[in-house]
């Protein structure tokens, strides 16, 4: 028999997080099929400035003007560099712009109404260890070798948003284009999101607060717990922050960061993402310098 008590809290949990997130999730789909379909590659690169420091803030800015989904972001990134975009710049704009975006920042916003703090710490933190990964993946690349950098191969691993980039003239063919990218968008983010919230809310309902103390009895295992547990869940960044606002209280601010920015910059679907367009080499000094510069933000926040 199953308790009824931890039914029911389940299934509040669970409705709850659906229907505050769904919004956002429509709201992310729609921008970002409308990017895919009418912005080109090329056009997206003429609004990122190449030129020293100012390249790599314009990168970082650029989730303003174009606030595209984590799933999309890998192969843009990659067919940018592939262009001549350099690398630093590349993965600055990769990493900053599912997080430096007003969809996810409104939506962190209306998750955490009462804690602006966490806002400005996701926001703010996020730009700054895209800037710091960022340069340090340029100094190490910049001018090497593309195969150093890239795989060649033809990607097999991808997001269905992603595969279809065709460029219309039509009107009728661009809308046709619009509704078939806003679709797939928004299928493949509900997939992902749905396990999540779904695997979030048997955590929150089987968990008692006992059990959650003791994980949180040391800063340093409860911010590895929640960026695992954000890279683990893939969650969509417009959304997770409906996910993980129930843990605020049992794991602080610093743990709750963590999630907030590891998930956007690199959680499981992006992993293989990275490790099917770039050479492996690349793609696991990547993952690790992510890993090392959000648990450090997260353990500094936590301590002060």
């Known amino acids: 028999m ?11 949990s669970f409705l709850g997080i659906v229907v505050e997130s769904l919004p956002f999730i429509i709201i992310g789909s729609l921008v970002s099929a409308i990017i895919q379909v009418f912005l080109t590659e090329e056009l997206i690169r003429k609004f990122i400035p190449k030129v020293s420091i100012l390249g790599y803030l314009g990168a970082i800015l650029s989730g303003i003007l174009f606030p595209i989904c984590e799933c999309a972001i890998v192969p843009i990134t990659r067919s940018l560099i592939k262009k001549g975009l350099p690398v630093g710049i590349g993965i600055s704009f990769m990493l900053a712009v599912p997080i430096v975006n007003p969809i996810v920042i409104m ?8 804690n602006i703090s966490v806002v400005l710490l ?7 260890i895209a800037l710091v990964v960022g340069l340090i993946m340029g100094y190490l690349y ?22 279809s980039n065709k460029f219309t003239t039509s009107k009728r063919e661009k809308i046709i284009n619009l509704i078939n990218h806003g679709s797939n968008e928004f299928l493949n983010i509900s997939v992902y999101f749905i396990i999540g919230a779904f695997l979030s809310s048997v955590f929150a309902a089987l968990m008692n607060n006992e059990v959650l103390a003791r994980i949180n009895t040391n800063n340093l295992v409860g911010v590895l717990f929640m960026i695992a ?4 869940l893939s969650l969509c960044s417009e959304a997770d922050a409906f996910v993980v606002k129930g843990f605020l209280d049992n794991f602080g601010v610093g743990a ?3 999630f907030l920015i590891m998930g ?21 000094r990547l993952v690790l310098f992510i ?5 450090a933000l997260a353990l500094l926040i936590s301590i002060v």
């Open 229 to 232: 547990l954000s890279f683990i």
């Open 291 to 295: 890993t090392i510069f959000v648990t």
């Open 122 to 128: 996701r926001t703010l933190g996020g730009a700054l």
């Open 256 to 258: 709750i960061v963590g």
């Open 264 to 284: 956007p910059m690199m959680d499981l679907k992006n992993a293989f993402l990275a490790f099917g367009v770039f050479n492996n080499r690349f793609a696991s």
């Open 142 to 163: 910049n001018g090497k070798k593309k195969e150093l950098i890239l795989k060649e191969n033809i990607m097999t691993i991808r997001c269905e948003c992603c595969v």
């Open 107 to 114: 939506s962190t916003y209306y998750a955490f109404p009462n």
């Open 2 to 12: 199953v308790d009824t008590s931890i039914l029911e809290s389940f299934i509040w």
